[in-house]
């Protein structure tokens, strides 16, 4: 990346003490120091706005009457095709088999073999509704689904894979909202001992609430765009 960024500015003639990463006037972040830690350091125009909305709801039906009313989890972590995301979720089902939970993983039909009776596999899930109905969220770490799961309150165990979701796990982790774990050699008893703790220590949904309500005293896309028309 600072390669291409190097280049680019010397193609252009731009001054190499300027960072293109970074304005001298705006800089939107789309998290809080609730996540990130201190951030009082950082100068004015960093704007901590939190995340942004989340996406509209998929299309098509869901069979609501399937959730009981015990814990449930949202599962949603893999690419489909890819066999490391695959055997994880494989790992997730036989972590959850047996448990007095249900879990709705988010897959191509077929992904998980023979799936438990507390599982319920589905490509397409309306994924904001829905998590008004969890207790949990298991995830890679990336800022969308860390976001709305923690917009809504709900502890996470994270396995990061690439790119930033392993610093977001990290941060999730220091806020005491989430425990992160292996993703691809993960084994169903890690992860049932991690699902088991946020299910059952307050801890963490408390953690996951604080960070809730900073999200929301930042304001999100509204406070974003107000910040924008104001520099415009």
């Known amino acids: 990346m600072r390669d291409q960024i190097a280049d680019f500015q010397l193609d252009h003639g731009i001054e190499d003490l300027l960072d293109l990463r970074f304005s001298d006037h ?5 998290s809080t120091g609730a996540l990130i830690g201190d951030v009082s350091f ?20 869901f069979p609501w009457e399937w959730l009981d009313g015990r814990p449930a989890v949202l599962v ?9 995301a695959e055997r994880f979720l494989r790992a997730a089902a036989d972590a959850v088999r047996g448990l007095d939970v249900q879990a709705v993983f988010v897959a191509p039909p077929g992904t998980v073999a023979d799936p438990p009776p507390n599982v319920l596999v589905r490509e397409h899930v309306p994924r904001s509704k829905l998590l008004e109905r969890m207790s949990a969220v298991v995830g890679h770490g990336g800022c969308d689904i860390v976001g709305e799961a923690l917009g809504g309150g709900l502890p996470m165990v994270l396995a990061p894979v690439r790119d930033d979701e392993p610093v977001i796990a990290g941060q999730v982790e220091r806020a005491g909202a989430g425990i992160p774990v292996r993703f691809a050699r993960v084994t169903p008893g890690e992860l049932r001992t991690a699902l088991g703790e ?9 953690a996951a609430g604080r960070v809730r309500d900073a ?15 104001k520099l415009a």
């Open 215 to 229: 999200f929301a005293a930042a304001g999100g896309a509204a406070a974003a765009a107000d910040r924008l028309e």
């Open 76 to 84: 949603a972590s893999g690419t489909p095709g890819d066999p490391a």
């Open 198 to 206: 946020i299910l059952t220590d307050p801890a963490y949904r408390d």
């Open 26 to 30: 705006l800089v939107l972040v789309f």
């Open 42 to 61: 950082f100068p004015d125009h960093f704007a901590f706005v939190g995340p942004a909305a989340g996406r509209p709801a998929a299309t098509g039906a």
